[in-house]
């Protein structure tokens, strides 16, 4: 053997990617291609515009770049004016102050926030309780910190939409090697909303086994039908062990700014900065002036409360369109799923069908979860208007007979 062969012989994937796919969602895209005929329902995209502040401040921070303010790598911990909005925001919402010196810091995007919690308040060999499904890079990123994800299901609840499954979820933060629960509300892709009552159940598991609780809020008031909006923070004696995820990507439509937030206890945000510091060094610069003009905007809910309504329209669309096919109502987020297998396929299948006969592209859930996630198929409906929604019964009678 040759020397070269003896070094190639070391080159080899680190072992923490063993058992993890990728999303597909790119794959099922690629396969849609740019058909305008094609109903785009497998990528969590908006076609509703982002605030028109939005766009002001971001042309602003570009003319302003010679003063240096949105082109430094400083202050790794994000803008100022950006951490006191996002504070501002979550004193309002949660009825407790928040420190935006020590207890929030700015991050590119709502991702690299879960992944830096994830790598701060876990260690390799910890356990991290999760929905199933859910969304498929919370899952991911509890691997690749080398964790180990747990799953509670969400279960068919009366109002023929979505439960959690408590029992399970009390079950499971009982192994001794369970560290933090890693929850969105509401959940991608099902939709399935907790209440107060499960707030509860989750408040005394935390406080029982001294858990972490890490919080996705990026759809938190995405939510349909009147449900009042539920944020752990706010629970009597949560929010010390809450950490919240936040991003401007989906209630304000701006996801190529790629801005987000973490906010919680001191101790535990300057952990997630430390982490943050090494990973992607400091947020996008031209993007948190926008940020910080949106939630500082006082029609800023009045905005999302109006793009709710467009989402929960088209939400009610497909429901309408697809009454004859095993589908559930979400309470809230961009998507629904359509149960494959209890149409006698698998999800790929059921994709697959529906892209070739149908002419719509829907992403299968074999990685956003185990056991029910792996039957299921997401439909996106905020990226189409209810014009094109409407020909969903008859592209699905074209796909499935």
């Not at 420190?99 to 390799?124: K, S, Y």
């Not at 801005?259 to 992607?280: D, K, L």
Request: with cysteine.
């Amino acid at each position: 053997m040759t020397g070269g062969g003896r070094h190639a012989a070391n080159t080899r994937i680190a072992a923490r990617l063993t058992g993890i796919p990728g999303f597909s969602i790119d794959a099922v895209a690629a396969s849609a291609g740019t058909d305008p005929e094609m109903l785009r329902m497998e990528n969590l995209d908006t076609d509703l515009p982002p605030p028109a502040a939005a766009i002001r401040a971001t042309r602003a921070a570009l003319r302003e770049l010679s003063a240096g303010a949105a082109n430094s790598y400083l202050p790794f911990t994000g803008s100022a004016a950006l951490r006191r909005a996002v504070a501002a925001r979550t004193e309002r919402d949660t009825g407790h102050p928040c420190d935006p010196d020590r207890e929030c810091v700015i991050t590119a995007g709502g991702t690299e926030g879960m992944l830096n919690a994830i790598l701060a308040l876990t260690d390799p060999g910890d356990e991290v309780v999760v929905t199933d499904p859910t969304y498929a890079g919370m899952i991911q990123r509890i691997r690749l910190a080398g964790g180990v994800p747990r799953f509670v299901p969400w279960v068919p609840g009366q109002d023929a939409g979505w439960r959690l499954d408590t029992g399970a979820l009390a079950r499971e933060t009982e192994r001794p090697a369970v560290r933090a629960l890693f929850i969105m509300n509401p959940s991608m892709p099902a939709g399935g909303l907790l209440d107060q009552e499960d707030w509860e159940v989750v408040r005394q598991a935390c406080a029982g086994r001294g858990l972490w609780l890490i919080y996705n809020a990026a759809m938190e008031r995405i939510v349909y039908g009147g449900r009042p909006v539920s944020r752990p923070a706010a629970v009597d004696g949560l929010r010390h062990r809450t950490v919240t995820v936040g991003s401007v990507s989906k209630e304000y439509r701006m996801i190529g700014w790629r801005t987000g937030w973490v906010t919680g206890p001191a101790a535990a945000i300057e952990a997630i900065a430390r982490v943050g510091v090494y990973n992607v060094v400091t947020p996008v610069g031209i993007a948190q002036a926008a940020a910080a003009q949106v939630l500082s905007d006082p029609g800023e809910a009045a905005d999302v409360r109006a793009a709710v309504a467009r989402w929960e329209t088209r939400h009610e669309a497909v429901l309408d369109q697809l009454a004859d096919w095993p589908v559930r109502a979400a309470a809230g987020g961009w998507s629904l799923l359509l149960d494959a297998a209890a149409m006698g396929m698998t999800a790929q299948q059921a994709s697959r069908g529906l892209l070739d006969n149908g002419r719509v592209a829907a992403t299968p859930m074999d990685a956003w979860g185990t056991g029910r996630a792996a039957g299921q198929l997401r439909l996106v409906f905020s990226n189409e208007p209810t014009s094109r929604l409407a020909t969903l019964r008859e592209r699905f009678r074209a796909a499935f007979g």
